[in-house]
């Protein structure tokens, strides 16, 4: 099976499992997989994440150029810009999902962590989670916002959007949206409780433990 057949394959499986969860409704959300030559394969346009068609799927240039299956979806320059800056990045996962929308919603004090590290594996698969400010979809605008917080941050939060999400593989890209969403969760439950967050020297101590 060729390269391309078998990341195809992947993205809709990823696809179907994250709608299935609840991560992903109607026609909202993309998730793409970079290919050996730096193209990249993504859903189309207004198409269900529960429903993807691996003859379907768009694929573009590095340069951003469309050149094989439906149109890419309009938010495809979000991907664009997170694999420039990320060269070891191979998934991309942009959700809506409803608690992190909730998080990016609200008012921050420290807009560059939105996240506390309630979790060990937050931690070790988001760490920190900057809120990048509000644009209107497709805005072209977001391009250089996105690309200034991937220089350092595999994941972001739209503000009044949703997270955008990369991962060493389509495979680690999945996994970390699901820990950032059912982090975002447990920042909802835990809203006004007393609680105990990671320290600092919990925090290095994972950092040591697990280097990225």
């Given at each position: 099976?060729?390269?391309?057949?078998?990341?195809?394959?992947?993205?809709?499986?990823?696809?179907?499992?994250?709608?299935?969860?609840?991560?992903?409704?109607?026609?909202?959300?993309?998730?793409?997989?970079?290919?050996?030559?730096?193209?990249?394969?993504?859903?189309?346009?207004?198409?269900?994440?529960?429903?993807?068609?691996?003859?379907?799927?768009?694929?573009?240039?590095?340069?951003?150029?469309?050149?094989?299956?439906?149109?890419?979806?309009?938010?495809?320059?979000?991907?664009?810009?997170?694999?420039?800056?990320?060269?070891?990045?191979?998934?991309?996962?942009?959700?809506?999902?409803?608690?992190?929308?909730?998080?990016?919603?609200?008012?921050?004090?420290?807009?560059?962590?939105?996240?506390?590290?309630?979790?060990?594996?937050?931690?070790?698969r988001i760490g920190r989670l900057p809120l990048i400010p509000?644009?209107?979809?497709?805005?072209?605008?977001?391009?250089?916002?996105?690309?200034?917080?991937?220089?350092?941050?595999?994941?972001?939060?739209?503000?009044?959007?949703?997270?955008?999400?990369?991962?060493?593989?389509?495979?680690?890209?999945?996994?970390?949206?699901?820990?950032?969403?059912?982090?975002?969760?447990?920042?909802?439950?835990?809203?006004?409780?007393?609680?105990?967050?990671?320290?600092?020297?919990?925090?290095?101590?994972?950092?040591?433990?697990?280097?990225?």
């Amino acid at each position: 099976m060729s390269e391309e057949a078998r990341l195809g394959e992947a993205i809709c499986r990823f696809g179907d499992l994250l709608y299935r969860r609840g991560y992903a409704h109607g026609s909202t959300g993309n998730i793409s997989a970079r290919l050996d030559d730096g193209s990249f394969l993504i859903s189309p346009t207004n198409s269900c994440l529960g429903l993807l068609d691996p003859a379907r799927l768009a694929r573009v240039t590095p340069d951003g150029r469309h050149i094989g299956g439906d149109p890419p979806s309009k938010e495809a320059f979000l991907h664009l810009a997170m694999y420039e800056e990320r060269a070891g990045a191979r998934g991309i996962v942009h959700l809506h999902s409803t608690h992190a929308v909730a998080v990016s919603c609200l008012r921050h004090d420290d807009p560059t962590d939105v996240l506390p590290p309630i979790t060990a594996y937050h931690v070790m698969r988001i760490g920190r989670l900057p809120l990048i400010p509000y644009y209107r979809p497709g805005d072209r605008s977001l391009t250089e916002a996105v690309r200034a917080a991937a220089r350092r941050h595999h994941a972001v939060l739209l503000a009044n959007h949703g997270p955008v999400v990369a991962g060493k593989s389509l495979e680690d890209a999945v996994f970390n949206a699901e820990e950032l969403e059912e982090t975002a969760k447990l920042r909802l439950l835990l809203e006004g409780r007393p609680t105990r967050f990671l320290d600092a020297a919990q925090i290095a101590a994972l950092a040591a433990a697990f280097p990225s």
